[in-house]
């Protein structure tokens, strides 16, 4: 799937709560690993239930774990 | 190996056993037997088979949005391309008799074959883009 223009925080929150497993989270958030992942490199962009459910399983805001950008990052900055 | 994947490769081994028949009675038989390697594709009947999986653990997900946002991709994908083989076939078919041969009727053994090829397109091509999606993501994993 192309990049999308919504960043993540995932990678950070997963290590701020206990170093989460992939695993752990797309169990809590009811997907499978691989849509994880692919949302964590930024290469899917959920549905907005999915990203209530990752955002619920954090215990935070939605708008904690995904931000919106009007111009998506290139590679050099995404570095 | 993910359902979605295993159904795939499943249905490409069909496709290339039924290619490989198809030339073995071309070489042995000749002419319209080649048709009948066709019928080896009816082992796509068995791919729910390969859909179906045990989950390790409750609760476990086996298919969700992105899943399905795939395999819709790679449908439409697939439909394009089986269009697309359509047009070409009998584009082909209408150059060698009229054109080549200046032959006003078509055989009706040959008037299956675009149906047949745009068939085997279809599933062939959307079992080749679900592989290409997944394989791009899978190197992705960290832990």
Same mark, same amino acid.
């Given at each position: 799937m192309p990049p999308t223009e919504i960043t993540n925080r995932i990678r950070r929150l997963r290590f701020e709560h206990d170093e989460m497993t992939q695993k752990e989270l797309a169990r809590r958030a009811g997907v499978t690993r691989q849509t994880i992942i692919a949302i964590e490199a930024g290469k899917y962009a959920p549905s907005l239930t999915l990203a209530f459910r990752i955002a619920r399983a954090f215990e935070v805001g939605i708008e904690d774990v995904f931000q919106y950008q009007e111009h998506p990052p290139t590679e050099e900055q995404k570095k | 190996m993910l359902p979605q994947q295993r159904l795939a490769w499943f249905q490409i081994v069909v496709f290339a056993t039924a290619c490989a028949t198809g030339c073995l009675l071309w070489l042995l038989a &000749? &002419?319209?037997?080649? !048709?009948?390697?066709? &019928? $080896? !594709? &009816? $082992?796509?009947? $068995?791919?729910p088979l390969f859909v179906r999986r045990k989950k390790k653990?409750?609760?476990?997900? $086996?298919?969700d949005e992105r899943d399905r946002e795939i395999v819709r991709r790679a449908t439409l994908f697939g439909f394009a391309a089986s269009y697309l083989a359509f047009v070409l076939v009998s584009m082909a078919i209408w150059f060698c008799n009229w054109m080549l041969h200046s032959n006003e009727t078509v055989s009706v053994h040959t008037l299956t074959l675009p149906v047949w090829i745009a068939f085997a397109v279809a599933v062939v091509a959307r079992a080749i883009a679900i592989l290409v999606r997944y394989g791009r993501e899978d190197a992705d994993a960290t832990d």
């Open positions: - | &000749g &002419g319209q037997t080649v !048709l009948a390697a066709f &019928g $080896l !594709l &009816g $082992l796509w009947g $068995l791919s653990e409750p609760g476990e997900v $086996l298919i």
